[in-house]
Every structure is written in C-alpha cells, then in structure tokens.
C-alpha cells in the first residue's frame, strides 16, 4: 500500500534499544552494555571504572557515529586477568630511615634492637603493592571493539522494534483510511438525511401546534422591530420607489463569547449561518416578501473546527428583487448588523437593523434622519404574537410554516455546502 512503500523508503528506528559485548585478550575483559530510552536530545550516562575515564570523549564521539538522540546509558566493565597485574615496590629510604629510629630507641631506653626482617617489611610504606602500568593505545583497542559490538548490537534490536512499531502504523493507517472512506461515501446521505430531519422536524412542530391547536413562530426579531415595521410601510408608499435589492450584513466574535464545547461550534448542529446568519435572511425575507427563485450560497471555514464560520448568499426572489446577504464570526464593527434597502428613487441605510432605532433615507442628494420610539428590541415580536393569538391564529403571517422552511433551507445550504478553509 502506498503508507507502507513510503515507510520502506526510510528506515524505522525505534527510540528503546539493548546492545552488549564482551571482548577480551589474554590480559584483559572489557564488558560494554547500552541501553536508551525515547528523549528530546541525545542525553549520555557512562559508568565505567576510573581506569576507563581517559576515554569519556572518544566514547561519546563514537556513540554519535551510530545515534543522534535519546537519553542512553552505558555501562562499561573492566577486568585484568594478566598474572602480572600489580607489582610489589621496595622503599629502601623509608626502610633505612625505619632502622635508624629503632637503634636511637635502644641507644635511649636501653633495651635490645631485636628488629627482624619480616618485622621491618611489615612497616607502612615498606613494601607497596601498585597496579602495573597499562597500555593506553592497548586498552583503547580492545575497548573499541567492545563499543562497536555493542553499539551495532544495540541499533539492531532498535531496528526490529522499529519494523514492529512500522507495522503497527501501516496497520492504523489502514483503519484510519477505511474509515475516512467510509465516511467520505456516507457523508453526503448524512447530510441529506439531517436536513431532511430538520425540516421534517421543522414540518412537525407546525402540525403538532395546528393539532393542539397552538401558535407557534420562530423567534426572530429582525422581522418585527418597530424601526423595521416602519420602514416597510413607507418602502410600501414608495419612499424610494420600487425596492430592487437588498444588502446585510452581520457579524460578531463568536470565540470570545462561547467555550469550545458550545453547540454552536458543533460541525453538524452548529455554525455560524445557524447563529447570527438568520439574522440577515430573516431581514431581506421580510423586506422582499415573495418567494426565493434562485439561490446561490457559499460558506467559509476556520482551520481546527468543523462548522462554518460564514455564510454568503445570493437570492433573486419572484418579485425581482436581488439580496446579497453575508454572515460571519470574524468581528469587524462597520458589519455589525448593518443594511441597505435600494430603490429607484433613493435608498434607506440601516446601521443596526437586528435591534436598533434609527435609519437613514437618502433621497435627491439629502440625507434624512428616521427614528422611531421603542421600549425595547423584543418589542415587536412580543407585539405581533399576542395578536395573533387574539386573532385566533395558529402561525405568523409574517413568519409561518413556509418562511421558516425557506430560512431553514439556506442555513443547511450553508452549513454542508462545499466550505473554504481560512
């Protein structure tokens, strides 16, 4: 497969590894074991009798040769078998100097100097035993070849773990690749399936409202703001003559207001065209109020999570009326909510539509401030529902079954439409 033909092309060297040696001539036996673990850098501990600590660098160079990181340990052992391995030194001086306090000390106490040989051998420093002087070049020799047998020994066993740990990956690669496969082949009856459930669920709730007889509307106060409600009906007396597109905008920083294990950065339920994008949908239905003949929408992504960070859309309603409506979570304060209703006579900027109270009519090169009175945002929507209610009514109007579908269609359009990676 290709994971394990790109795998082949360089060698998988496991971090843990063993090598030993024993080396020996007819004088001496050098043992050499090493041992390493996974770490950062190359990290070396070498144990060796003090005999050996001359060769500390030229043990670490040749480590070098064979690895290049891991903390590893090396213990080396050192063993003269020769007969000739100490030699016994004869301190004449010492020795004279020992015979001569001893006759002094019976000159003075008058006692007999009966001071023997093998008493006078036993004096400190007498007779010494020392360690016969070693060949450098000789111990290093054999002491080199220990190390080479150890250290191939040892990037051995790390090279059969190495084809033991390749295995395993080719293995979980392979998992791994079959289930993206799968996913890959079921994804898009996943999505058809959910968006199908959410507008049978969407269908659903509106028949289970109509059987129980209750009212039932999407919360959506973009649609009933006293400043919006306002501007339609003078949008209706033609203020600016014969409405012909509609532009809004909304944004916010969604990471700074929500953990990450919030729904809404969720990739199926969740996104940004499912949060703050109904806001410009609801406004330019509203405003349009026909029918959707042709839609065109795009989303865009943040690398790390799966949902849509914004949406685009473009829509050309029956009416002829033209919406270009955008969405996201990259905060930028001039797209706070704002909107444009053009006409052929003039146009209405709305700076804040979703909940403000203040637009703007420009018309005949003037500008002309409109402001309505309101207690609060919810106003409107609150206001709209009781009436209906006391109208008897078992859905909006303004925002029924159909509306709701049709916002419902664009923000799943958006949420599973092919996404561009920020």
Partial sequence: MLQEQNMEEKMIKSMTGFGRSEVSDSSKKIVVEVKSVNHRYLDTSIKMPKKLNYFDAAIRNQLKEYIQRGKVDIFITYEDISENQVEIKYNEAIAAEYMNYFKKMSEDFGIVNDIKVNSLAQMPEVLTLSEAVSDEDEIW???????????????????????????????????????????????????????????????????????????????????????NQKLKQMIAEGIIGKLLSIKAEYSNDCLADVSEEHWVLDGTYGGCAGDIGV????????????????????????????????????????NGIYAFLQSHWFFTPENKGCAILAGEAGYIEVPAYWKGNKAYLHKDGKTEEIIVEMESDFEGEITHAAECVSQGLLESPVLGETKTLEIVKIVEKANHKGKLKN
């Fill in 141 to 227: 020799s054999l002491l080199e070849k220990a190390l080479d047998e150890a250290f191939t020994s040892f990037v051995k066993t790390r090279e059969e773990e190495g084809e033991k740990l390749k295995v395993d990956l080719i293995d979980k690669l392979d998992n791994m690749l079959a289930a993206v496969d799968f996913i890959e082949k079921r994804s898009p009856e996943i999505v058809n399936s959910y968006r199908t459930r959410l507008e049978e669920k969407v269908k659903e709730l509106f028949a289970k409202a109509r059987e129980c007889g209750c009212f039932l509307m999407e919360a959506e106060k973009t649609m009933f703001t006293p400043l």
């Fill in 279 to 318: 806001y410009p949908i609801s406004f330019s239905h509203y405003f349009a109020d026909a029918d959707m003949r042709d839609l065109k929408v795009q989303s865009f992504g943040k690398s790390g999570y799966s949902c849509n960070f914004g949406m685009q859309a473009d829509i050309v309603y029956e």
